[in-house]
Structure formats: structure tokens, C-alpha cells
């Protein structure tokens, strides 16, 4: 039984080990992508995850990840054939419902006493704002970056079942 989530893979970029023998990889989409590069190359965009969903309802039970990663789009808006877009995706509509949803079925699927590491861009949404859709605030975090936009950031599942309270707050 693997012990590891990561529920929006993409290219599998922040893994060091990308086929990681304890990591199960989903993302929504399963598809290849072959750019030009402005060097006359060729670039490869290949999103192979081993389950393919929705962050939003992921086919697991409950508790039954240690580890869980999040790493979603951060952009809301890209043109349809943008590398960008290949490479990330987008959020779609609203935003601060698709980020709670997911971060409630993170929740969800971790162990008692597990960890969610959050990845986070705040290009076009502040981690504030993040932070506040999801109704539970990290453990701690850490900016990184040339321009110190990213942020990664650390929860845990504490108390029988913080999703019910975090919904509860939410309303």
C-alpha cells in the first residue's frame, strides 16, 4: 500500500524520484504535448499520472494517506494553446470553492496525524486568499523564488476530522 498522494502531478516537476515507489500520481489529465522551442528544439510536455481525477473528488478512501501533495494551477486565466497552459492548466470559475473542495478531499484521504504540503504561486491570487478558502491555517511555510512567489506550505491532520469543522467555518 502506498503511503503517498500527490493529487495534481502534471509533469511531476517538484519530485525528485518521479516515479517514486511509495507515491501514487493523479491528475485530471493524461495527455502529451511536443513545442517548438525558440532554439529550433523540441520540448516535451508529458502528463502521465497513474489515476487519472479531479482534485476535487479523488477515488480514495478516507485516512489513507501519510503524506499528501498539492500543488494546483495558480493561474486563472491562459490562452487555451499557451505553454502555460499545457504545462499547468488553469482554475476554473470559482476558484475559492475548487481550492476548498480540494484542500477538504486532501484532508480527507490523509491519516490521522498526517501532512499536507501545499504548493503555492501567488501570481494571480494571493496566498492569503488561499489560505483563507481553505479555512485552516498551515503549521508553517516558506517563500522561495527568484521573486519569492512560491510558497510552500505545511498542514496536518489533527483531531478526529477537521474537515467537518473547516466546512462548519466555512458555512
Known sequence: MKKILDVTCGMRGIWFNKNHPNAIYCDRRKEEHHIETAKGGTKNIVINPDVVCDFTDLPFNDNEFSLVVFDPPHLTSTGEDSLMNKLYTKLDG??????????????????????????????????????????????????????????????????????????????
Not at 135 to 158: A, Y
Open 94 to 171: 470559482d476558484w475559492e470553492k475548487m481550492l476548498h473542495d480540494g484542500f477538504s478531499e486532501c484532508m480527507r484521504v490523509l491519516k490521522p496525524d498526517g501532512v499536507l504540503i501545499f504548493k503555492w504561486s501567488d501570481i494571480s491570487i494571493s496566498t492569503r486568499q488561499v489560505i483563507n478558502a481553505f479555512g485552516q491555517e498551515p503549521l508553517f511555510g516558506h517563500r522561495s523564488g527568484k521573486k519569492m512567489n512560491t510558497h510552500w506550505l505545511c498542514f496536518m491532520k489533527c483531531g478526529d476530522n477537521p474537515v467537518k469543522e473547516m466546512v462548519g467555518e466555512q458555512g
